[in-house]
C-alpha cells in the first residue's frame, strides 16, 4: 500500500511536518488552489473533482496528522455529487489529483475504499493540503499579483492605442494591437507592444512639434502667406480650408457635423474623424486599413464621409466600402 508521495505540487522537498502545521480552512486552501491552478497545472475539472471530495469531509478544517482526514467515496457516488461526470473522466482527474501530490490515494487490499469500525479508513488522504497550505498560498499570492500586473498592462496599452488612433488615424501597429489584446499574451509580449506604442507616440508627437516649428517660421519668414490665407478665406465663405476638394467633400457631406462639429482645416482632421465613424458605422478597421491602403487616404475618407450621408439606404457599410475599393482599383480615374 502506498502511504506517501514522492511529490508535492511540483516540489521534490520533504512534505511539512505535522507538528508545524496548524488546521487548515478547506474551502480556503481549494480558493487558493484555485487561483493559482495553471501555476500548478490544474485545470477547472480537476479542481471540480477535489472540490467534491472536500464535501464528504463533514469539518471545515482538515488536519495535516497523515491519514487523519481519509474520505472515501465510491466513484459512483462521487460521479453522482459531479452531476453525472462519467467514470472514465472521473479516474482520470482523481490520478491527476494523486499525481501533482493534491491528496494521497490510501488503498485497500483490494483497492476498495471503505472505513472500518476500528477508525481505520481507505480512500484519499487530504493532508497534504494542510501539509503545503502555505505553500499553495504563497504561490496563489504570486499568481494574483501577476494576474493584476497583466491586467494593468493591459489597460494601459490600450489606452497608448487609443491615444494614437486619436492622434493619427488607425495604422498597422494599432490594428495589430487590437488582435493581440483579445488573446492572453504573455507579459513579455505586452512589454515589448507597450515600448513599440510609447515609441510610436514619441515619434508621432516628435513629428508635430517639428512641423509646427516649421510652420511658425514660414509665417514669420513670409506675412504675406497669412493675408493669401485670410482672402482664401473669405473667397469661401469662412471655409476652415483652402484645399478645394476638401471643401466640396465638406459641403456636400454634413452628417459628420452631428458627431465631430469642430471646423475640419486639413485633410489629416478629416482622416482621423472617418477613422472614428467606421466604428460608430459598424466598419471593421481592417476595411479601413485596407481601404487605405488600397486607394489612399483621401479616397478613403471620402468614401466614409459620403458612406455615413447615405447609411439609412445602405445595409452592409463594410461590404459598401469593399466594393468601392474594387470599383475605384478597376477604374482609378473614377471620383468617388
Not at 8 to 14: A, D, E, K, L, Y
Not at 16 to 28: A, I, R
Not at 209 to 215: A, I, K, L, S
Not at 293 to 319: C, E, H, M, W, Y
Request: hydrophobic share 35%.
Amino acid at each position: 500500500m502506498k502511504h506517501e508521495r514522492q511529490t508535492q505540487f511540483g516540489r521534490t522537498t520533504p512534505a511539512v511536518q505535522s507538528s508545524d502545521v496548524t488546521l487548515v480552512d478547506k474551502w480556503q486552501v481549494l480558493q487558493d488552489l484555485t487561483d493559482c491552478a495553471e501555476t500548478l497545472e490544474l485545470n477547472h475539472r480537476t479542481l471540480s473533482v477535489l472540490r467534491a471530495l472536500l464535501t464528504f469531509h463533514r469539518d471545515r478544517d482538515i488536519d495535516p496528522e497523515p491519514l487523519s482526514t481519509v474520505v472515501f467515496p465510491s466513484n459512483k457516488t462521487l460521479s453522482h455529487r459531479l452531476n453525472g461526470m462519467p467514470e472514465s473522466t472521473l479516474r482520470r482527474h482523481l490520478c491527476k489529483l494523486v499525481a501533482s501530490g493534491v491528496v494521497i490515494r490510501h488503498d485497500s487490499a483490494n483497492r476498495k475504499r471503505f472505513k472500518r469500525r476500528a477508525g481505520v479508513a481507505y480512500g484519499f488522504d487530504l493532508a497534504p493540503l494542510a501539509q503545503n497550505a502555505a505553500y499553495i498560498a504563497s504561490i496563489a499570492d504570486q499568481a494574483r499579483e501577476k494576474r493584476d500586473r497583466l491586467a494593468n498592462l493591459r489597460d494601459h496599452i490600450a489606452q497608448l492605442r487609443e491615444t494614437l488612433l486619436n492622434d493619427n488615424g488607425p495604422c498597422e501597429i494599432t490594428e495589430e494591437t487590437r488582435v493581440i489584446l483579445r488573446r492572453k499574451p504573455d507579459e513579455a509580449v505586452l512589454n515589448a507592444l507597450k515600448a513599440r506604442l510609447e515609441g510610436q507616440i514619441e515619434t508621432a508627437t516628435t513629428a508635430k512639434m517639428n512641423g509646427h516649428d516649421n510652420q511658425n517660421e514660414r509665417h514669420i519668414q513670409s506675412e504675406s502667406l497669412i493675408c493669401s490665407d485670410q482672402v482664401v478665406e473669405k473667397k469661401e465663405h469662412n471655409s476652415t480650408t483652402s484645399d478645394s476638394a476638401l471643401v466640396r467633400l465638406l459641403e456636400q457631406c454634413k452628417e459628420y457635423k452631428l458627431y465631430f462639429p469642430d471646423p475640419v482645416r486639413h485633410w489629416n482632421d478629416a482622416f482621423k474623424i472617418a477613422s472614428q465613424l467606421t466604428g460608430m458605422m459598424g466598419i471593421d478597421q481592417a476595411v479601413f486599413l485596407q481601404a487605405v491602403s488600397k486607394i489612399g487616404k483621401k479616397k478613403s475618407v471620402i468614401a466614409i464621409f459620403q458612406i455615413l450621408d447615405r447609411l439609412p439606404t445602405i445595409d452592409n457599410p463594410g461590404g459598401y466600402l469593399r466594393r468601392l475599393i474594387q470599383n475605384t482599383q478597376s477604374n482609378p480615374e473614377t471620383a468617388l
